[in-house]
């Protein structure tokens, strides 16, 4: 039972240690190689038109843009 707390412990200040390096250097968390991104790759599959689901994310973050870039008054 000794070994269970102790490896318990030592997985907690791992997890604590890796949250406050986090909160400190306050940037994203970035993969080793870069994945697709560091190849010139943009997407994952090769084809030509995007799928209804990615469109409508599309369409979704250009509206979101479109009324922060607006001027209004509440």
């Known amino acids: 039972m000794i ?6 412990v030592v997985f907690l200040l791992v997890i604590v240690a890796m ?6 250097n306050q940037k994203t968390i970035g993969g080793s190689c870069g994945g697709l991104a560091s190849v010139g790759i943009d997407k994952e ?11 409508k994310k599309e369409a979704e973050e250009a509206r979101s843009q479109k009324l922060q870039a607006e001027t209004r008054i509440i």
Do not use: M, N
């Open 3 to 8: 070994y269970f707390i102790a490896t318990f």
């Open 19 to 24: 949250a406050i390096g986090y909160i400190v």
């Open 45 to 55: 599959c090769d084809c030509p038109d995007p799928c209804d689901t990615r469109k």
